[in-house]
């Protein structure tokens, strides 16, 4: 697995974060795999450029299936390589939803095309300030209904720096960089995540959507520090996340030990 790219700085880092994953995931009964070179998934992403690698990759069933990982390809200017980074979670569809992609404006760098025949539908509010809405023209209706006011500050609230690309049978919330996985913030997100993806699929059946829990102050602080910019100082973590059940409580020990 020599081409899996990651964002830790050396052999010894990635290492100790491979044994927390891989204990992290066996003690919440995931799977984890080290790594998977050229992946075939449903989103557009997996599509595009060369040197494509899954690395991290953890898969689960609770609170719904549900996988993610962080992820690496090459994109070309010329005979220039352009390396990229991307971290996932894609969830299962418990019932139908529109095809559909809604591209961030926030993250610096440029989002990959949407599928064709999907075009750029106009969404009015302060959602259309943050974020572009594709889908086909049978499906702009549909889409417009799904995107209610909760729904959209629903997304607004915990994927305000992500790309979301709904396919046939699975949501795909792409961040365009990677994230600290072993962090228990990601794995709060994730339980975040799965929370709108339930709002979402209600609001699709016409059922009326509670309170988004995921708004909450402190959980935006913790997922807004996931995508801050890695600090000066370089910090080793030691020991492992104990048992973490999504959506429920959450538990999680983490000793850090700054050494530069």
């Not at 909450?216 to 030691?238: I, M, N, Y």
Request: aromatic share 8%; hydrophobic share 45%.
């Amino acid at each position: 697995m020599a081409r899996i790219r990651s964002h830790l700085r050396g052999p010894r880092e990635r290492e100790a974060e491979e044994y927390r994953l891989a204990r992290f995931a066996e003690a919440n009964g995931f799977t984890y795999t080290t790594g998977q070179l050229d992946p075939e998934r449903s989103a557009v992403l997996f599509g595009v450029g060369t040197s494509r690698v899954v690395s991290d990759l953890i898969e689960g069933v609770t609170p719904r299936p549900f996988e993610t990982a962080n992820y690496s390809f090459d994109t070309w200017v010329g005979r220039v390589r352009m390396p990229r980074a991307a971290n996932y979670v894609s969830f299962e569809l418990w019932g139908g939803l529109p095809a559909m992609t809604i591209v961030a404006k926030a993250p610096p760098a440029a989002a990959w095309e949407p599928p064709a025949p999907q075009e750029r539908i106009r969404i009015e509010g302060d959602f259309a300030s943050r974020f572009e809405v594709f889908t086909a023209r049978a499906t702009e209706e549909a889409v417009r209904h799904l995107l209610s006011p909760e729904a959209q500050a629903a997304i607004t609230a915990v994927a305000a720096q992500c790309d979301i690309e709904v396919t046939a049978d699975r949501v795909f919330v792409i961040a365009r960089r990677q994230l600290p996985m072993a962090e228990p913030a990601y794995w709060e997100r994730i339980a975040d995540l799965a929370s709108l993806m339930t709002l979402l699929e209600a609001r699709g059946r016409g059922d009326r959507t509670a309170a988004f829990e995921g708004a909450d102050l402190g959980r935006r602080t913790r997922r807004e520090a996931l995508f801050a910019a890695p600090r000066v100082a370089r910090a080793a973590v030691v020991g492992c996340l104990l048992p973490l059940a999504i959506g429920l409580a959450a538990a999680a020990v983490l000793t850090r030990i700054v050494v530069g």
